[in-house]
């Protein structure tokens, strides 16, 4: 923090239209407690910095391995415990940094992540958490007639319903049914609609849980829509997915394991004023 102005250093990324707000914790020292106010406050649109979630990177605990943690908020400040587009940022931006170096590993509460980021091309590579709790040909009533809802947790749970012209499909609608369909109480779910362009591309759309809005884009989302697809027959092993924002995201399943890669973007660094946002550090 700097000075009287009572400021804080923020950086400003995307993976695919999927932006998030980084702060570097380790100077910081802002308690776990205080971080879900915080993430309401700077991800508010118009009123905040806006993005679509919060995320501290700080140095590892004694009692928890990998490289540096991090502690993910959603803009609602509900904790998640994986977003892949933003593992793909905090990859890139820990290098940067200096808290890794190119090729590191660094814990959230889905597990370690493994991660590859290329600063110069702006490029980062994740290794999700092992896919579980797949679960496939699940029938439920949207308000739209039944639906065929396929289901896995790829760090975070996400459904995945397939159609033959996602563009046409009212996520906003129908992805608040499906978040928080009886089915997945009471946690509820993310929300994917996906259509099978061919065998080597999709293209999917997701209303997230914590964002509780359609994004333009998600990780763990496409992980799970190309995990499912290709559980279903209906892909192969590797897959380019065009996220709503019109970014691909490369999906790779290799033995039980899922592979994310894409472009990773620094917006801008700078400072936030703390009073602005009616947050202050005791």
């Avoid at 091309?121 to 039944?146: C, H, Q, S, W």
Wanted: net charge negative.
């Amino acid at each position: 923090m700097s000075g009287k102005a009572r400021t804080v250093p923020i950086h400003k990324l995307h993976g695919c239209g999927n932006d998030f707000v980084f702060i570097d914790n380790r100077a910081l020292g802002l308690p776990v407690a205080a971080m879900p106010d915080w993430a309401r406050s700077v991800c508010r649109r118009a009123f905040g910095v806006g993005a679509d979630g919060l995320v501290f990177l700080d140095e590892t605990p004694k009692d928890r391995e990998g490289d540096y943690i991090w502690h993910f908020y959603n803009a609602d400040g509900s904790r998640a415990e994986m977003c892949g587009n933003a593992s793909r940022c905090a990859a890139l931006l820990a290098v940067e940094l200096g808290f890794a170096g190119p090729k590191h590993v660094f814990g959230t509460d889905a597990g370690l992540i493994r991660a590859e980021a290329d600063v110069a091309a702006g490029m980062a590579k994740v290794e999700l958490t092992p896919p579980r709790d797949l679960t496939l040909g699940i029938e439920l009533d949207l308000g739209e007639g039944r639906d065929m809802v396929h289901f896995v947790n790829t760090g975070v749970p996400h459904a995945v319903v397939f159609k033959r012209d996602a563009s046409t499909v009212d996520v906003r609608t129908l992805g608040a049914a499906l978040r928080r369909h009886t089915h997945f109480a009471p946690a509820g779910t993310n929300a994917n609609f996906a259509q099978v362009i061919d065998r080597r591309n999709i293209h999917l759309r997701t209303f997230e849980r914590g964002v509780e809005d359609e994004t333009y884009a998600c990780g763990t989302g496409a992980a799970a829509g190309a995990f499912i697809a290709h559980a279903l027959g209906l892909t192969e092993s590797t897959v380019n997915v065009r996220s709503s924002g019109g970014e691909i995201l490369g999906i790779s399943i290799e033995g039980g394991s899922v592979f994310l890669s894409g472009k990773a973007v620094r917006v801008f660094s700078g400072e936030m004023f703390l009073e602005g946002l009616g947050l202050a550090l005791a």
